[in-house]
């Protein structure tokens, strides 16, 4: 099932990313680690005295080389006498009682010497390896960046601060939108379900229709006309077919409005809007019908307790208002935040590039066409608004206000 909520995406991708920074510099913190308490001193001693013990273990392991070959020479020369051969004399001579005693008896210490040799050959190996080992980390430390490791921890600790804090911001507004959309998701599963079931019914009874096609007899036609209403309660699949195709386009269309409002529902609610930047030329008409300041004071009242509000007026509103002076303006909307353009110059640009935080938001009508290049147009922070029968609407912020037209 499809991901609704946006701000759940997010939170996910922030926990990676905040499991990824933090195994990050919990490797560096080994390093740093490791690095303080290295024992240059020990590691400097393995690889000087290490070579003269590998060369006494080279001398035993040449020494028992030699003796292997002396006691492999001995059993080979017993050998011949030890055999039983085809005098019976021989078989209980002393001769070969001799020779049998210096087989076993060199055979035996061949086995004790090779013992011997493996366990000097592996106490050889790992003392190499352990002057390698002393060898490598030298190297290591000596080229290690204590300063430059310290510097990444600093930003690797900053950057896992600022994921920790956009998670705990989140969380609470990821339950929220997920409220929001539970009762609607509900409906929305119950609809997929449905058009699931039809789609997958439909192709069930392209099938009977196509045996009953190919049906070479009367019995096999009442086979699958049985099975057909033994699983429609219809033996008829061309009338379960015209039900089916008369509710799947409705079916579909009831899943098509759950999805819209389902993503209209996660959009708003999962709005990030921390400041507001207000296109005040748009906010004085309804339609075509110059309405001046009126909805603007009253949508303004109402959004001043919640964020910062920024007003920007075209150049023109001066003629619309009959005002010559802004102080008129500001007098009007006392304790707002208002800038009114130079002579004939448009507010757009000016809107678009005081919103360009990624929480600043516009609220305007405006396409703003002319202006794709801006960061508010490009990630979709456009709020629309509604006046309508003197009232004005925010559907994203969720305020619908009757305003008055009569002046304070």
């Known amino acids: 099932m499809e991901q609704f909520n946006p701000l759940r995406t997010r939170l996910d991708e922030q926990e990676t990313e905040l499991a990824a920074l933090q195994a990050s510099a919990s490797e560096l913190s080994v390093e ?93 190996e790992a003392l190499q390896q352990s002057v390698d080992d002393a060898r490598g980390s030298i190297e290591r430390h000596s080229a290690f960046d204590s300063s430059a490791v310290e510097a990444t921890m600093v930003q690797l600790q900053t950057a896992i601060e600022g994921h920790s804090t956009e998670i705990e911001r989140l969380r609470p507004r990821v339950e929220t939108v997920d409220a929001a959309l539970e009762p609607v ?45 033994s699983r429609f309660g219809d033996g008829k699949p061309g009338k379960v077919a015209d039900k089916i195709r008369k509710e799947l386009p409705a079916r579909r269309s009831e899943r098509t409005k759950l999805e819209r ?19 005040g030329s748009n906010l004085a008409y309804a339609g075509d019908e110059f309405i001046g300041l009126f909805a603007l004071r009253t949508l303004c009242a109402q959004l001043t307790p919640r964020y910062p509000v920024q007003v920007i007026f075209d150049a023109s509103i001066r003629a619309k208002l009959g005002h010559r002076e802004d102080a008129t303006i500001f007098e009007q909307l006392r304790g707002l935040d208002v800038h009114v353009m130079g002579s004939k110059e448009a507010a757009d640009e000016l809107i678009l590039d005081t919103a360009q935080a990624r929480t600043a938001y516009v609220i305007s009508n405006d396409r703003f066409a002319d202006f794709p290049d801006k960061s508010a147009v490009q990630e979709g922070r456009i709020i629309r608004h509604e006046i309508f029968h003197d009232h004005v609407i925010v559907r994203d912020l969720g305020i619908d206000v009757e305003y008055s037209r009569e002046k304070n």
């Open 185 to 229: 998701l509900t409906e929305y599963k119950k609809a997929h379900r449905r058009v699931s079931e039809l789609e997958s019914d439909m192709e069930t009874v392209n099938r009977y229709q196509e045996r009953l096609a190919r049906a070479s007899d009367s019995k096999e036609r009442w086979e699958i006309h049985h099975e057909c209403e």
């Open 32 to 124: 740093l680690a490791w690095h303080e308490h290295f024992d240059a001193g020990t590691a400097a001693a393995t690889v000087e005295e290490a070579p003269e013990a590998i060369a006494e273990l080279d001398r035993q392991i040449a020494e028992i080389g030699a003796a292997m070959d002396a006691q492999k020479t001995r059993v080979k020369l017993a050998l011949p006498i030890s055999a039983m051969g085809k005098n019976p004399l021989h078989w209980f001579s002393e001769a070969r009682s001799k020779a049998k005693a210096e087989v076993v008896g060199g055979s035996a210490e061949f086995l004790k010497l090779k013992v011997k040799k493996v366990t000097l050959a592996e106490e050889r």
């Open 261 to 279: 409002r389902l993503r209209d529902i996660a959009r708003r609610a999962s709005l990030d809007v921390e400041s507001l930047v207000i296109d």
